[in-house]
C-alpha cells in the first residue's frame, strides 16, 4: 500500500498535463512476490512458488525456464529491476523422464520454427503440445524447444505442426533430447 499512498495524493499532476509520474526508484510492481502455478488439470492451477521455494520478493520483471546444467531439467531464470537476476536450479524427480524437442525447419529465415506446435502422445502418457515461440517475457528468451513430462514411460510419438502448415510425425522417441527435423529426420541431441 505505500506505493498507492504516493500515487493518490499526486493524481492532478498526471491529469494537469504532465501526463507521468516521478517516483524515483519505486516501481508499480514493487515487492510482490514471484508466483509459480502448476497445472491440475481442467483449467485449475495452484500457486506452488511458496512451497517450492522460489516465490522472490525482488522486483521481477521476466522469467524463464530452460536446462542450464544439460540434465534435461528446467532451472528458472527471473530478472529482477535494479538487483541480481535470480536462478534456481531443478534437481529432477527421482524415477520421472522428460522428452525435449528441438524443432529445425528447413525454411530460409526461420531455422528455429518460431511458430511450430510440437505435439507429444504415446501409451501412458498424456497429450501435450507446445508452441515454439520468440520472446517469452520481457527481456527474455527461452530455448526454442519443447519439453515433456513423460512420467514413468520411456518413450513417445512427436507430431511437428510446421509454420507453413505441414505436419511431421516421428517416433515413438526415448526420453531424452531431440532434433526433428522438417522432413522427418531425428538426431539425438547432447546433454
Not at 481442467?42 to 542450464?68: H, Q, S, T
Not at 544439460?70 to 529432477?92: A, K, M, Q
Request: aromatic letters at 8%.
Amino acid at each position: 500500500m505505500p506505493f498507492w499512498a504516493d500515487v493518490v495524493p499526486r493524481r492532478h499532476e498526471y491529469a494537469g498535463g504532465q501526463r507521468q509520474f516521478r517516483f524515483g526508484k519505486k516501481t508499480f510492481n514493487g515487492r510482490e512476490r514471484n508466483c509459480l502455478f502448476r497445472n491440475r488439470g481442467g483449467l485449475k492451477f495452484d500457486d506452488v512458488a511458496y512451497v517450492l521455494g522460489v516465490d522472490g520478493i525482488e522486483d521481477g520483471r521476466g522469467g524463464i525456464a530452460a536446462d542450464l546444467d544439460g540434465d534435461l531439467w528446467p532451472e528458472i531464470v527471473v530478472s529482477n529491476h535494479r538487483v541480481p537476476s535470480r536462478l534456481w536450479r531443478h534437481r529432477g524427480v527421482p524415477g520421472a523422464r522428460l522428452l525435449v524437442v528441438r524443432p529445425r525447419a528447413s525454411a530460409r529465415g526461420n531455422p528455429e520454427a518460431v511458430g511450430a506446435i510440437v505435439t507429444c502422445e504415446g501409451p501412458g502418457v498424456p497429450t501435450q503440445a507446445r508452441p515454439i515461440t520468440a520472446g517469452t517475457g520481457y527481456l527474455s528468451q527461452e530455448p526454442p524447444e519443447a519439453r515433456f513430462g513423460l512420467g514413468v514411460a520411456k518413450e513417445a510419438r512427436v507430431s511437428v505442426l510446421w509454420p507453413g502448415g505441414k505436419r511431421t510425425t516421428v517416433g515413438p522417441l526415448a526420453a531424452g533430447a531431440w532434433e526433428v527435423t522438417e522432413n522427418g529426420g531425428t538426431r539425438r541431441l547432447p546433454r
